[in-house]
């Protein structure tokens, strides 16, 4: 079934992600290209702790994922709402985190909603961070991830800048939501004019430019 926080989900994965996506809207049917991978949580039970695989590399992938998910406002990225998607490089094992849940794009009030560390079923990625990466190098992935989405978002400007005129038409969050996030946002950039955004799509927009302002100076 296709419901618009879907495919704006779906859109925005396509455009701003370190991936691509491809997938067929026709009226009220979706469908949507595979994305492989191993369910977080089946990873979790399965094949975290493997002597082959390091956990750093696991810490700083979802130190990344979870910065990304806030900065495009991506919700729900629970353990079973994530992949992992392992490949083998020259010296070592490379982890990458993909979405395969687009339904609670830009929909919830809370910020922290958007940061996939705060949900329980995370936890143990949460620890991972906190046991093998220093608060320095946390902090220097974040930027770096902030920098590379920033760029994304100024290359892809003109079709952003089009689908945020369509989608201010659309009413897919509730007007109390909306007013929890803009009060939310607004604290964490510190920025009050996040506060006069009325629609789920130009909180999203103001909240991105925030980012792309930061990564300006």
């Given at each position: 079934m296709a419901d618009s926080s879907r495919i704006w989900g779906l859109e925005l994965?396509?455009?701003?992600?370190?991936?691509?996506?491809?997938?067929?809207v026709d009226d009220q049917t979706l469908i949507e290209e595979h994305i492989s991978g191993?369910?977080?949580?089946?990873?979790?039970?399965?094949?975290?702790?493997?002597?082959?695989?390091?956990p750093r590399r696991i810490a700083k992938e979802f130190v990344k994922f979870n910065e990304r998910c806030l900065m495009r406002l991506l919700?729900?990225?629970r353990s079973y709402n994530f992949v992992f998607d392992i490949s083998q490089d020259f010296d070592d094992i490379q982890f990458r985190i993909r979405c395969i849940d687009f339904d609670q794009q830009a929909y919830e009030g809370r910020?922290?909603?958007?940061?996939?560390?705060?949900?329980?079923?995370?936890?143990?990625?949460?620890?991972?961070?906190?046991?093998?990466?220093?608060?320095?190098?946390i902090t220097q992935y974040r930027m770096e991830e902030r920098s590379v989405f920033s760029k994304r978002v100024r290359a892809e400007m003109e079709r952003l800048d089009d689908l945020y005129l369509?989608?201010?038409?659309?009413?897919?969050?509730?007007?109390?939501k909306i007013q929890q996030l803009a009060t939310e946002l607004s604290i964490y950039h510190n920025n009050p004019a996040l506060m006069q955004c009325s629609t789920m799509a130009q909180l999203l927009q103001m909240h991105m430019n925030e980012f792309i302002a930061a990564d300006l100076k």
């Open positions: 994965e396509h455009l701003l992600s370190p991936y691509r996506i491809n997938y067929i191993i369910p977080g949580d089946v990873f979790i039970e399965n094949y975290l702790g493997r002597p082959e695989f390091n919700g729900d990225m910020k922290n909603i958007y940061l996939p560390q705060f949900f329980k079923e995370n936890k143990i990625f949460v620890q991972m961070v906190q046991q093998h990466l220093h608060p320095d190098v369509v989608l201010r038409e659309d009413r897919f969050s509730t007007p109390e």
